[in-house]
């Protein structure tokens, strides 16, 4: 079954760019393209997509908005979001991945790239780069909204060693496979223990699991490099 597709962007002409991109993959299909937050949402509803590719930015209900719905949306759990931004250095990038968009792409999105990214959210992986997790992520949960809930640490006792020991490794970026080597692990092993760690804490993604490593405090929010 190819992975269906949602764009949803306020631009015809970019969104008619990323359908014909999308189109001729044969492993994927545009079934739906909405030009704001709240027809996104209404199409998410109705066609139950596996994917939507969503513009942060759109008048009206925006991308955060709409991504809040779709990922609060029980009907709507096999729907992941990928959200597309002009800055990846961008506080409402780490509120989306906050409310539960999977990762995020830059607009200028090379194709090849694009098309990859698609089908590792749909795959129920992050696409958190380890940069983006320590501008984007680090840079949100380090100042914390006053009325945002604190994940309690006491959660994590839910893990055992080696699944704290993995999300935390998660959290900082890396994949499976560096996680694998630096732990003298099989990538397989890694991705059940972060499947467990995730089935334990609830977390819809990998994306998840890394809000939730600095929420609880397993991960500590550090300096951020200049970009």
């Known amino acids: 079954m190819p992975i269906r597709v949602l764009l949803a962007d306020d ?12 189109d001729s993959s044969d492993d ?39 991504t809040a719905a779709i990922c609060a949306d029980p009907d709507l759990s096999g729907t992941r979001v990928l959200i597309l931004t002009t800055f990846e250095i961008d506080e409402y ?39 983006a997790t ?25 893990l055992t060693a080696r699944e704290r020991e993995v999300t935390a490794l998660a959290a900082e970026g890396k994949s499976n496979t560096d996680i694998a080597q630096d732990l003298f692990l099989s990538p397989l092993t890694v991705r059940t223990h972060i499947q467990r760690a995730m089935t334990k804490l609830d977390a819809r993604d990998r994306a998840q699991l890394v809000v939730f490593a600095y929420q609880s405090g397993l991960v500590e929010p550090g300096p951020t490099a200049a970009q």
């Open 11 to 22: 631009q015809a002409l970019l969104r008619a760019t990323f359908r014909m991109l999308i």
């Open 28 to 66: 994927m299909e545009v079934i739906a393209e909405a030009s704001d937050g709240a027809e996104a949402v209404e199409l998410a509803r109705t066609h139950r997509p596996d994917l939507v590719l969503m513009d942060i930015r759109m008048p009206g209900t925006d991308g955060l908005a709409a």
């Open 93 to 131: 990038v780490a509120q989306a991945l906050r409310v539960g968009a999977s990762g995020f792409l830059g607009k200028d999105v090379a194709a090849d790239a694009l098309l990859e990214g698609i089908r590792t959210v749909s795959d129920g992986e992050a696409l958190l780069s380890p940069a």
């Open 134 to 158: 320590r501008v984007v992520v680090t840079r949100f949960l380090a100042t914390p909204e006053p009325t945002h809930d604190k994940v309690m640490p006491e959660r994590l006792a839910a």
